[in-house]
């Protein structure tokens, strides 16, 4: 049976790894663990004319690397990310396609039907809370790209949807 101060020196020992660094990582000393590449596929699946789908690497990042994105956070948008202080996670959001390219439906991060040249499209709203909404402003409203609004630790965005007729104009 581990006593308390046994328990007590693994958790510090931990701890002081985490803050410290570990050599396996190109970051050293700013990440302990760093888990999955930025952008990098985890699974794809590719069943075309059918069906496609998409779904990035998980990211997960132990030591001080957590704190780029403020002291405490949870949001939700293209990505589910969330951190506290020494740890972050950002799971992006998986894309399936249904159809062939001409007639299609997508459903992920990026939403969309597609007939014939016609595109109508609607990404995901994004939401923030937490310490890294607040960085520009503390209240705000805006029209740009869509509609959005900053309070105290919370930030909202609706994006407006999208309309592509398939029309490559170039000169």
């Known amino acids: 049976m581990i006593s308390n101060k046994q328990m007590k020196n693994i958790m510090l020992g931990a701890l002081a ?14 990440n302990a663990v760093r888990v999955g ?20 690497m998980p990211e997960l990042t132990v030591g001080t690397g957590s704190f780029e994105h403020g002291l405490a956070n949870a949001g939700l948008g293209k990505s589910l990310t969330a951190n506290v202080p020494l740890v972050a996670v950002d ?7 249904v159809g062939p390219e001409k007639l299609n439906a997508t459903v992920g991060a990026e939403n969309s039907v597609t007939i014939g ?16 909404v ?32 398939g029309d490559d104009t170039e000169e």
């Open 117 to 132: 040249s016609l595109t109508v499209g609607q990404d995901l709203p994004s939401i923030g809370i937490g310490t890294d």
């Open 91 to 97: 799971v992006p959001v998986p894309s399936v396609t």
């Open 37 to 56: 590449e930025t952008g990098a596929d985890a699974m794809t699946v590719d069943l075309a004319p059918v069906m496609t789908a998409q779904a990035k």
């Open 134 to 165: 607040n960085k520009e402003k503390v209240f705000d409203l805006s029209l740009k790209g869509g509609v959005g609004i900053t309070l105290p630790l919370i930030s909202l965005y609706v994006p407006w949807p999208t309309l592509d007729t």
């Open 17 to 30: 790894l985490m803050i410290v660094g570990c050599n396996a990582t190109k970051e050293y000393p700013y």
